[in-house]
């Protein structure tokens, strides 16, 4: 700096600062972290799974003291302790600076996208619970395009899977509709406060050479840069030839992020992991080929397992149960998340636990679809890190991951004990982070991405609510978030998506859809 005491001296890293002044107390902040953001004045921030109220210390996912969790009071109401009011500071480089809570925070309300006399943009969270940002840890967005078909609801999973697969044949699915149907379901994610959603595409029309298929994987990525959401393309099979399915899964992570470490792009918004459906539809080949080029390129591995279909699939062509099969082809690994569990024994749930895997719940497909409820607490209770998702709008309709969290609580109790909301909600953001090896995503917390979601919880909808985090999943359900920001960048603002018109997106879909119908 050249004016004379207008900063501090370097530090031992080199670092110099330089004097801040947002509307909070005077205090230096690193040049190489400058403020870009001020969500201001929350009601309750929920930094994540242990977290202390200034953010530090998280541990990993499952290490809550349930079912009271955080902010629970000897006689069970919410005291705040855990979690106060206050402010959540994002930088230019677009990850958390600090969380100011009690006298550090601003309190005087401040208009959405009004400036501070530095520049720094300020969100209004008054009234407001702010979270992490959610994690959609499995997803099938091109199934945005095939809600509500009929004959789908209320069928044996194997029929399902044969309806679908004339509808995605009818439709012809190519680079438009998989941008479309993408975009649609992102913008409904970011609108429902998901921004991270993992899309387990297992579309892939025959006779697509890997250059071809790369050419989908594009259209999806580039609908959630249009957006400003973080994707995870796993590159899926469904009975796709093993060889060309190994060729196609190297060719997308090549043109996604090449070489980067992790399968994750160097702006941490695009990451690329492989993984077949499931035992029912792929052998061990596809299995085998899949782990290679993960391997050799550092992705991680996702399947589907004891869902209806599978376990019957499984017992009928090995005489074998699908873990028993995942474990023997090397995917039970802690590189490996694992969808559904519905069907799943004691035994199975240590074995899941021993190897390190992660589990991804899905109820709002499984329930309603009556294929069966995963064991979420006694999963937890084995060590077993757990995830949320929405699976597709195929057997799910809807990609609103909290109305989820809040279903998964409701049917816990019919497996087990009844999960309370912090633990669910730790599941759609921290624990659906770590099954992707995503540290610093599904946290608020110093050095964490700067994914937030402010929740209004200031109308009759939340009017009575004793403790405002839990109500965050038992009162209002299908609620939206106010703001939603996603690497230090406001993609929802005061209910409305910034980045794209809602109406319009949906329209690019129909009209893409009404060439079928034509």
């Known amino acids: 700096m050249s004016e004379a005491g207008a900063g501090s001296p370097p530090d031992e890293s080199g670092t110099v600062s330089r004097p801040v002044t947002d509307g909070a107390a005077p205090r230096l902040v690193a040049d190489r972290a400058v403020p870009r953001l001020v969500v201001r004045g929350a009601l309750a921030v929920r930094t994540g799974p242990g977290a202390r109220a200034d953010g530090s210390g998280t541990p990993a996912y499952g290490s809550g003291a349930w079912p009271g969790g955080p902010g629970a009071a000897a006689d069970g109401t919410w005291s705040g302790a855990e979690e106060p009011g206050g402010d959540v500071v994002i930088g230019a480089d677009g990850r958390v600076l600090e969380i100011r809570t009690g006298a550090d925070g601003a309190g005087a309300p401040q208009a959405s996208g ?19 940002g959610l994690v959609n840890a499995h997803h099938h967005l091109l199934q945005t395009a095939f809600r509500t078909l009929p004959g789908t609801r209320g069928v044996p999973m194997r029929d399902w899977l044969a309806l679908m697969a004339a509808a995605y044949r009818r439709a012809g699915v190519d680079a438009g509709l998989v941008r479309a149907a993408a975009r649609a379901g992102l913008a409904e994610a970011l609108l429902s406060g998901v921004t991270t959603v993992a899309d387990h595409h297992l579309t892939w029309p025959a006779g697509l050479d890997p250059a071809a298929t790369a050419d989908l994987a594009r259209a999806t990525a580039a609908a959630a840069d249009d957006l400003g959401a973080r994707l995870v393309l796993v590159r899926g099979t469904a009975g796709d030839d093993a060889e060309a399915a190994a060729l196609s899964a190297d060719a997308v992570a090549d043109a996604l992020v090449g070489d980067a470490p992790g399968g994750v792009r160097a702006d941490g918004r695009v990451q690329v992991a492989v993984g077949p459906a499931g035992v029912h539809s792929d052998g061990e080949a596809t299995f085998r080929l899949l782990a290679e080029v993960a391997q050799q390129r550092g992705l991680r591995r996702r399947t589907q397992a004891n869902e209806q279909v599978d376990v019957a699939v499984a017992l009928e062509r ?201």
């Open 114 to 132: 009004a400036s501070s006399d530095t520049g720094i943009e300020v969100l209004d969270a008054t009234g407001c619970v702010v979270t992490p």
């Open 318 to 518: 090995y005489g074998r149960r699908p873990l028993d099969l995942l474990d023997e082809w090397g995917w039970l690994a802690p590189d490996v998340t694992v969808a559904h569990l519905c069907d799943v024994t004691d035994e199975e749930i240590a074995r899941v636990a021993a190897s390190g895997a992660s589990v991804t719940h899905a109820p709002g497909c499984d329930v309603p679809m009556g294929w069966g409820v995963a064991p979420v607490a006694r999963l937890l209770a084995a060590g077993v890190t757990v995830g949320l998702g929405t699976s597709g709008g195929g057997s799910n309709d809807a990609g609103h991951l909290l109305a989820d969290a809040r279903l998964a609580m409701q049917v816990s109790a019919l497996v087990g004990r009844q999960l309370a909301a912090r633990e669910v909600l730790d599941a759609a953001t921290a624990g659906a982070a770590d099954g992707l090896g995503r540290p610093e995503l599904g946290r608020i917390a110093p050095g964490s991405a700067g994914d937030l979601c402010v929740w209004d919880v200031s109308g009759v909808a939340d009017a009575g609510v004793a403790d405002p985090v839990a109500g965050l999943l038992w009162a209002a359900p299908g609620r939206r978030p106010r703001h939603v920001v996603v690497g230090g960048r406001v993609v929802v603002r005061d209910g409305r998506l910034v980045t794209a018109d809602e109406r319009a997106v949906a329209r690019g879909l129909s009209r893409r859809l009404a060439r079928v119908a034509a």
